[in-house]
């Protein structure tokens, strides 16, 4: 089956960091996607991770473990903005969607 | 800007009074999707257009059709929309279908509200 796991909420507050966990079972694997949802808006693209280790782009870095079946989005200097759900997508023949961690962040 | 258009933003209609929610892009990709989305939940695809191919998944309700007249239209219809169908609908579009590097860039969306 297809199965993607990751926490429901996180909190944090504003110039910390934080690290989103998601593993992943899926049959056929190609990479894995990283989108931010804002409240009522569509999921926007974050990263995409194929090979193993940690890939960055300003504050925001993740990671892929494809032996392990793990990934994480790590937010660095947290900004009030960066309060959203965040998604993890595994691409095998089509997403698999995570139901997303909602992350806020306060002042 | 190349983009993904969705209308209406916000769509109201009565129980089974048949709606259409149109997505338009501007980016030329050949493959299309609608995603139904309700609240704090993931999104889950209804259906893909890869060019004219049709696919859709074995769970979407009969209820929910599609059409896809040329590269940048495709629209959803719901038949007869139930109070179940309240959600958000997303399209999006990609360059390929499946295989590697499967990005895909969404609309705003349209949040249906059935009375």
């Known amino acids: 089956g297809q199965n993607i796991d990751q926490p429901t909420e996180m909190t944090a507050t504003e110039g910390a960091i934080v690290q989103i966990n998601c593993t992943y079972q899926?049959?056929?694997?190609?990479?894995l996607f990283w989108y931010q949802q804002h409240a009522g808006e569509a999921p926007t693209f974050l990263s995409y991770n194929v090979l193993d280790g940690l890939e960055e782009k300003g504050r925001f870095s993740s990671f892929l473990s494809r032996s392990k079946g793990y990934s994480y989005l790590l937010l660095k200097e947290l900004q009030m903005k960066d309060s959203a759900s965040y998604l993890c997508?595994?691409?095998?023949?089509?997403?698999?969607f995570g139901t997303g961690t909602r992350l806020q962040v306060f002042p | 800007d190349a983009m993904v258009i969705q209308n209406p933003r916000y769509q109201v209609t009565q129980f089974g009074k048949p709606v259409t929610l149109s997505c338009s892009q501007t980016l030329n990709h050949n493959v299309m999707y609608w995603y139904q989305q309700k609240s704090s939940q993931a999104p889950k695809l209804l259906f893909h257009?890869?060019?004219?191919?049709?696919?859709n998944e074995a769970d979407t309700p009969d209820n929910f059709q599609s059409r896809r007249p040329n590269t940048s239209f495709c629209f959803l219809d719901i038949r007869s929309p139930g109070l179940g169908d309240a959600a958000m609908y997303l399209c999006?579009?990609?360059?390929?279908?499946?295989?590697?590097?499967?990005?895909?860039?969404f609309g705003p969306g349209t949040r249906l509200t059935v009375l």
């Open positions: 899926t049959s056929g694997f190609n990479g």
């Open positions: 997508v595994a691409d095998t023949d089509k997403l698999i």
């Open positions: 257009y890869y060019d004219k191919d049709f696919n």
């Open positions: 999006a579009t990609s360059g390929a279908g499946g295989g590697t590097y499967n990005e895909q860039f």
